[in-house]
């Protein structure tokens, strides 16, 4: 697992439905990992894409387009605090959360927040709540 750099102190998580974000709160379904798709033996990924130093991550996420054409999150992008993450893995442990930053697809911004295979669902809604409570900012497409 990479962590991204020390100066990096943020990610965003882009939202695929306009439906997600409630003024300045976001839905807690959004940090939800893909389930049918471990990213590594006991880790489910949910996708997002670090703010490196050349500011290239939102602009990656606004651009990232599905097969069809269409934009693939057209409810923007939620940004999440590297601290509060942090805060966040101090509290449940980092052997049920935790982050990482891995090129994908000729992303260089791309990583996952990690959730635990094992985490009961009680505990996955309790991570999810604290995401959706640290995200400080969103991101609409205009």
Known sequence: MTLPPDDCQDCFRGITGEDKIFGASTDISVFAPDRDNP?????????????????????EIKNRRKRNGEPQFKGGAVQLPRNGMDSIIKRYGVESFSYELVEENGNIYHGHLLFSSSLIKERRAAIYGALSYIASATHKWE
């Open 39 to 59: 990213v590594r033996e006991n880790w489910l990924g949910a996708s997002v894409n670090w703010n490196l130093s050349d500011g290239g991550a939102l602009d």
